[in-house]
Structure formats: C-alpha cells, structure tokens
Nanobody
C-alpha cells in the first residue's frame, strides 16, 4: 500500500509561482513513475506531468510545457511540481499519483494510488 500526501497549494495571482510537493510512503518509491493530474470544477481529471522512477523520462501536457517542471528526490520519497507563470485556467485541485501499470504516463487508469489533492487557485 502506498500513501501519498500533497502540500503546497494555495491562492496566487496570475503570473505567480507555487511549488507542490507529494510525499510518498513505502520503500520502493524509486521503482515507480509518478504523475501530477488536476481537476477543475465541472471538468474531468486531466494529466499535467509525469516522471519515471529514475527521473530520466518526463512528460508534460502541452498546456503546461515551459511553465511547469516536475522533479523528484528519491532519497526523500518526494515528487515536486514547480509551477511558474500561473494562469487563471490553472485553477484546479492537483493530485499526485503512483503509476503501477505499463502504458502511457498520461492515462489516469495507469495509476493505482492517489493523494487527497491540494487546491490551487490563480486569481486574475
């Protein structure tokens, strides 16, 4: 069983920055790819970014490329999402997740473990 706890969300003005953290339990953190997803009110959960266990492979949604950076510290069992140049359309609950099956990093059904989410609100 893997437990994930996100933190770092909050209210920020457009153009600002936030860093989200996701702390994972378990001793095999480095074996798993990790992803960040988000869900805005009335919308489906969507892929934001993902990183392989070693950190070698990284994917981003087109909507966040060049603004967001995903990275991980396997010694701390933590994955991060640095979000710069935030826009009001980035407002959502952000979730981290552990990828447990083969396939695209962008698919929600490839992830078995999810955190409780952290709210990010970007004001215009």
């Amino acid at each position: 069983q893997v437990q994930l706890v996100e933190s770092g969300g909050g209210l920020v003005q457009a153009g600002g920055s936030l860093r989200l953290s996701c702390a994972a339990s378990g001793r095999t953190f480095s074996s798993y790819a990790m992803g960040w997803f988000r869900q805005a009110p009335g919308k489906e959960r969507e892929f934001v970014a993902a990183i392989s266990g070693s950190g070698k492979y990284i994917n981003y949604a087109d909507s966040v490329k060049g603004r967001f950076t995903i990275f991980r510290d396997n010694a701390k069992n933590t994955v991060y999402l640095q979000m710069n140049s935030l826009k009001p359309e980035d407002t959502a609950v952000y979730y981290c997740a552990t990828k447990t099956t083969w396939g695209s990093m962008a698919l929600t059904n490839a992830y078995a473990y999810w955190g409780q989410g952290t709210q990010v609100t970007v004001s215009s």
